[in-house]
């Protein structure tokens, strides 16, 4: 019996989930670091980082357009990405002046439209854009990095490899011709590539801060603030929005690895039509994050429903995660029932949390001091 309440004490039935094996054998935050080592590792096979090109030693950043965007700047920049290619970015930067060590950052990824950096800005599309159609959707939740300039913060919306000013002739996300050019890496390897670019390029601005990075995105964007964060350790606070099923418990998991449009790993598709587990799924890769802060934000109708309730079994995992690495606070998620979509909650949820943590160096009140761990 209880000594407070006389009822009688039991054991509630343990939940075993798909997500288990993330702490398998891990009792100690030295534990976790020696396994990190190894679930980096996987990632970046995973990416096929190997090979990835050598980065420009040369950005040769040029701003190509520069306009008033009403309480901030806008400044359309290109940059060099690779030796014979160049990407562009739309940055934004808040009116006024800049406190004493810079203001934070955040990467703003977008979704499969090709107008999509644009859209974090609440810009239509340009004239002539393929998939202009699409804006009559509206832009509802879809301005994140217009929100964010707006409460301080300088941001870089980069658009997509196979998108806007670099759409291949196949058309808008269509990746045949990257993987002409590069048969051995992947698409996801070269988003990440592109992504640290332009994450360095904002780390450099003179307003910016480059110790208080975000990243923050929708759909493949929500992927990206995923991979990002899991790829560069510069990334110190991260909030995905709707971001795709794992590949474990996915009805559909070739969509990790079809043969047309957007391939994402296409060395995958062999091991899932045989049916094996591939090396590294998604809590592994959002493992790689702790115990730096992460909010993902969710919604239960979001295609598969029973998928999106493996989702927040995955979360309780890895809260585990955090509690061994005693940053609890750092971890969190928000589910709702708006479908693929970023409805005001989640949008302000999401600005709650890059204040917090990007602005005030964790929990206001004191409940925690705001200080993790490295991680390598």
């Known amino acids: 019996m209880s000594e407070k309440t ?17 702490l398998d054998g891990i009792e100690t935050p030295e534990d976790w670091a020696e396994k990190r080592k190894a679930v980096k590792q996987r990632f970046l096979d995973l990416l096929r980082d190997e090979a990835a090109p050598e980065a420009p030693t040369n950005l040769g ?31 934004a930067v808040p009116d ?27 810009l239509p599309p340009e004239p002539g854009d393929p998939q202009a159609h699409k804006a009559e959707n509206g832009m509802k939740g879809l301005d994140y990095a ?11 919306s ?6 806007a000013s670099r759409v291949p002739k196949e058309g808008p996300y269509e990746t045949a011709a990257f993987y002409r050019k590069h048969p051995k890496w992947t698409a996801v390897g070269k988003y990440m590539f592109d992504s640290r670019i332009a994450c360095s390029i904002l780390a450099a601005r003179p307003e910016v801060d480059p110790g208080k990075l975000g990243v923050t995105g929708h759909s493949l964007g929500g992927h990206g603030s995923i991979w990002l964060p899991a790829y560069d350790d510069r990334i110190r606070c991260a909030a995905p929005s709707c971001s795709g099923r794992t590949i474990r418990e996915n009805p559909e998991p070739l969509h990790w690895s079809r043969d047309y449009w957007y391939v994402y790993f296409p060395q995958l598709r062999k091991e899932l039509l045989a049916g094996r587990q591939i090396q590294c799924d998604f809590h592994e890769m959002m493992s790689l994050i702790a115990p730096r802060p992460y909010l993902e934000r969710l919604a239960l109708n979001d295609g598969y429903p029973l998928g999106q309730a493996h989702r927040t079994m995955l979360h309780l995992k890895l809260h585990e995660l955090y509690r061994l690495l005693n940053a609890e606070p750092a971890h969190a998620f928000l589910v709702f ?10 949008r302000e949820c999401m600005l709650s949390w890059m204040d917090r943590w990007l602005k005030h160096d964790g929990d206001p009140l ?7 761990t490295a991680t390598e």
């Open 61 to 91: 950043v040029e701003i190509e357009r520069e306009w008033d965007g009403g309480g901030f700047r806008i400044l359309y920049v290109s940059y060099q990405v690779e030796a014979d290619e160049r990407a562009r970015a739309y940055l």
């Open 146 to 156: 217009r929100h964010l300039v707006r409460r301080g913060y300088v941001t870089i």
């Open 337 to 346: 029932n708006d479908g693929h979509a970023i409805p005001d909650i989640s």
């Open 96 to 122: 006024g002046p800049v406190p004493e060590g810079g203001l934070p950052g955040v990467v703003c990824l977008h979704g499969t439209t090709n107008w999509g950096a644009r859209r974090t800005l609440g």
């Open 366 to 372: 004191g409940a925690w001091d705001g200080r993790w």
């Open 6 to 22: 006389g009822h009688p004490n039991w054991e509630p039935t343990p939940i075993h989930t798909s997500w288990d094996d993330l």
């Open 158 to 163: 980069p658009e997509h490899f196979c998108a």
